[in-house]
């Protein structure tokens, strides 16, 4: 059974850091593509940033030089450290897995940046 279990959400205020973690099972992690995607409200989910299963990171324009995607093979675990947070990074964020077209997903964790 393949499972991705995010974790590491919560409300932080502007200008704050939160660091999300995702903890997959049941696949070749290491072969894997992993990513982090969010969805506000009344949005589309959108890609926030990718790690390939070499290490190459890409990133969306909101989030370059802010955001820094990581993974840990030997735990199968990615990372998202979020940082400079903003009012409009309020989200579900989730994490995501692909192998050639085959893709799996989280269940998403809350971030909310408010004052």
């Known amino acids: 059974q393949v499972q991705l279990v995010e974790s590491g959400g919560g409300s932080v205020q502007p200008g704050g850091s939160l660091r999300l973690s995702c903890t997959a099972s049941?696949?070749?992690?290491?072969?894997?593509?992993m990513g982090w995607y969010r969805q506000a409200p009344g949005k589309q989910r959108e890609l926030v940033a990718r790690?390939?299963?070499?290490?190459?990171?890409s990133y969306a324009d909101s989030t370059k030089g802010l955001f820094t995607i990581s993974r840990d093979n030997a735990k199968k675990m990615v990372y998202l450290q979020m940082n400079s947070l903003k009012p409009e990074d309020t989200a579900i964020y989730y994490c995501?897995?692909?192998?050639?077209?085959?893709?799996?997903w989280g269940q998403g964790t809350q971030v909310t940046v408010s004052s």
């Open positions: 995501n897995g692909d192998h050639f077209g085959l893709v799996y």
């Open positions: 049941g696949i070749s992690f290491s072969a894997y593509s």
């Open positions: 790690i390939g299963s070499g290490g190459y990171t």
